[in-house]
Structure formats: C-alpha cells, structure tokens
C-alpha cells in the first residue's frame, strides 16, 4: 500500500528513523555502561517495545497500570513511575503477571502502607524506588534524609524491597547550551543524595534517571546505573527544539490533508486537535501546534477538533485542495494516545501497521 492510499488524517512512523533513534540510544547506553530502561508512554505499543528489548533495554518504564498490563506481555522487568496509591490501582497492580519482577516508584509513607498491605495480601514482593526531587518540582521527596526515612519505612515491610532511588529530569528542557548549569547541579545534586544514602547504609542498587533532552550527557551525572528516555523513540519539533535530536530525526508525522484555502493567508488541513493536540512549544521561540515535513516555515497556527489552520505568512508555497501535507507535533506522546494504529512506512510504502495497544485506561468492570 502506498502511503497517498491512507486516509487521512493519520500518524505514520518512517521506520529506517525510529530505527536508527533506537540504535542511537542503544549505542549510547551501551557505550557509558548505563541500563536503558525506555519510557513506553511516547509510543504504548509492543511492537515498538520489543524492538527496544531486541536492542538490549534491561527493562521497561511505564506509568499508567494498564500500559504495565500490555507491556508484560513483552517483558519480565516492569518499572512503574508513578506513585501507586488507591486501592484500584493497587488491585491492577498485583493483578499483572507473575513472571513479572515488579518496580514502583513512591514518595510518601502513605504509598509505601498501601503498597506493602497489598503486595502482602498479593504473596508478591515489590522492589521499590523512592523517589527524589532534584529540580523539576513535580513529585519526589525533598531531602536526602526524607529519602532514607522512606528507605528505612520500606526496609521495615517485606515483601516490599528498597532498590534504590530515581528521579526525573524534566526540568532541565532547554537548549543544550541552556543545560550546562543545571546539568553541573544535577551532578553535584546526585553526589550528595548518593554519599548521604551510602553513608545511612541505603547504599541504591538502582539510581534511575534521564529524560530525552539530557539522554546524552546521562554519563556526565556521576552515579546513574540506569536511564529512562521515552520520547527518542519518534522525536518531535520540542526535542528538536532542545537540540537533543535533529529534525531529520523525527520519525512520527502525521498525514493530513488540504480541504480548503477559501479564507486569504492560510490553508486549513483536517489535522485538528483531535489529530494532533493542542500541545504549545515549551522550548524555544517556536509557535504554533506542529509545523510541515516539507515546508518548515509552515505552523499549525490554530485548531478546531477536525480542522488544522496552516499559517502561510512565512511562505510563498501555496497549496491546492486535495493536496497532502506532513505535520511533525510539538508533543509526540499526546498524538500517539489519540490514535489506535501507527502505520510504519519506508518512503512512500507503508510497510506495516500497529496497535497502540496501552493507550487508554481499559478499565472494564
Ligand atoms: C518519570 C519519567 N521518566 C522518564 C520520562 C521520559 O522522558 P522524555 O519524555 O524526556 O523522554 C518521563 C516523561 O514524562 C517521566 O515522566
């Protein structure tokens, strides 16, 4: 099938990208002796999960339970970075699969009592992570001492087992001349949180962290055993925007097509938000909600559900109606949640098509 016979509109992933993205960063990990550990949440699909095991990822990361659920199939090494707290997502939990060895991250006393009542109950042990906050203000405890209070609560109630500690570097998003500073106290963060843990006996056999815009200078931060890049996978005009990727690295696009020019100044494509999100740059001066393969200067400037309006201030290329364009999003994993399938394609050819399986909650009762 021929890429111009999908209707539209519709995500596509060029293959030979995503395939060198994930070598990329397999080589990388490999080479500074760090665990990969990807993030699932940017593509919820097994096949592209697999083909991250297939290259040596040590394990999986995912967030929601039901992104766990789907990604057991594939693996026996399941971090959950999100706190586990209420008691439905608990029951899910120690519902998955017993082959799988199952990692938590937490960070409060709460998590860690709910967490060991019901692993108790489950006859399953839990290996635990607690999480630390060293910068990006979201969850984590805030001191190295609250990391060893929590290490000792987790000590204190088998079978849960404290692993070691992880955190995530999201707010270091700027350019790559913009993470210098906070990548040196990032470094000089992890140091201290490390020493002051080795020193209470809470010595981490785990120290997980790494994001996509820091993936590469993940070696620089002294004490890291594992990273848990998500977004390299696809890339998209925000990774871009950090340098961390090119973008002749961004393998997901998303196929739309011209359905009318009849308002002076701009194109309306039928990539709205329902196709693409409504994800504004976090990074850079960029504007707009995604911009064109082919004709970069062109933004998404606004969006109804079904209509995507192209902004051609900037340009002298002038489309006709029926034509078809190729929109790179700001926000990758926002657009890959909004669709069932992905279609992979070499060139004009598609190739192959995948569910996006842990998309959603499926909470059937
Ligand atoms: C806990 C955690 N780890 C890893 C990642 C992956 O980071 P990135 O999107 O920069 O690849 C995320 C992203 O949201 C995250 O929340």
Same mark, same amino acid.
């Given at each position: ?66 992104? $766990?659920?789907?990604? $057991? ?6 971090? /959950?970075?999100?706190? @586990? ?27 860690? #009592? ?6 108790? $109950? ?19 405890? /805030? ?15 088998? @079978? ?35 020493? $002051? ?6 010595? @981490? ?13 993940? =070696? ?10 998500? *977004? ?26 011209? /359905? ?30 995604? #911009? ?6 062109? *933004? ?42 992905? =279609? ?22």
């Amino acid at each position: 099938m021929n890429i111009d016979e999908l209707e539209t509109p519709v995500p596509v992933v060029d293959l030979d990208i995503l395939e060198r993205n994930l070598d990329r960063m397999a080589g990388y990990a490999s080479a500074h002796g760090l665990g990969l550990r990807p993030h699932i949440k940017t593509h919820k699909s097994p096949r592209v999960g697999a083909e991250q095991l297939r290259r040596g990822a040590v394990g999986l990361t995912c967030a929601t339970t039901h992104e $766990a659920e789907v990604m $057991a199939d594939l693996t026996d090494d399941i971090l /959950v970075a999100y706190p @586990p707290v209420g008691q439905a997502r608990l029951a899910r939990l120690m519902n998955l699969p017993r082959h799988v060895r199952l990692m938590v991250a937490l960070d409060s006393a709460e998590a860690i #009592e709910g967490l060991a009542e019901a692993a108790q $109950a489950a006859g399953r042990s839990v290996r635990v992570l607690v999480e630390c906050d060293l910068g990006m203000h979201r969850v984590g405890v /805030v001191t190295p001492d609250d990391a060893i209070r929590l290490a000792q609560l987790v000590r204190a109630r088998p @079978p849960l087992e404290f692993a070691g500690v992880t955190f995530y570097p999201g707010h270091i998003r700027g350019t790559r001349a913009d993470q210098a500073a906070p990548l040196a106290a990032l470094r000089d963060d992890v140091d201290r949180w490390l020493g $002051a843990l080795r020193a209470a006996g809470f010595a @981490p056999e785990i120290v997980s962290g790494g994001s996509t815009p820091t993936a590469f200078d993940a =070696h620089e931060v002294g004490g890291l055993t594992e990273i848990r890049p998500g *977004t390299y996978c696809y890339n998209d005009r925000e990774i871009v925007s950090t340098g961390a990727a090119e973008r002749a690295d961004c393998a997901f696009t998303v196929v739309a097509t011209i /359905v009318s020019t009849a308002v002076p100044g701009q194109a309306v494509c039928d990539a709205g938000c329902k196709a693409l999100g409504r994800e504004p740059l976090r990074v850079g001066a960029g504007t707009g909600f995604g #911009e064109l393969l082919d004709h970069p200067e062109v *933004t998404v400037k606004g969006m109804s559900e079904e209509h995507g309006i192209l902004d051609l201030s900037q340009t002298t290329w002038r489309p006709r109606v029926g034509e078809r364009v190729r929109i790179i999003p700001n926000h990758v994993c926002i657009v890959t949640h909004l669709n069932d399938v992905i =279609h992979g394609v070499r060139g004009h050819r598609v190739e192959t098509s995948w569910p996006v399986a842990a998309r959603g909650r499926a909470q059937l009762v």
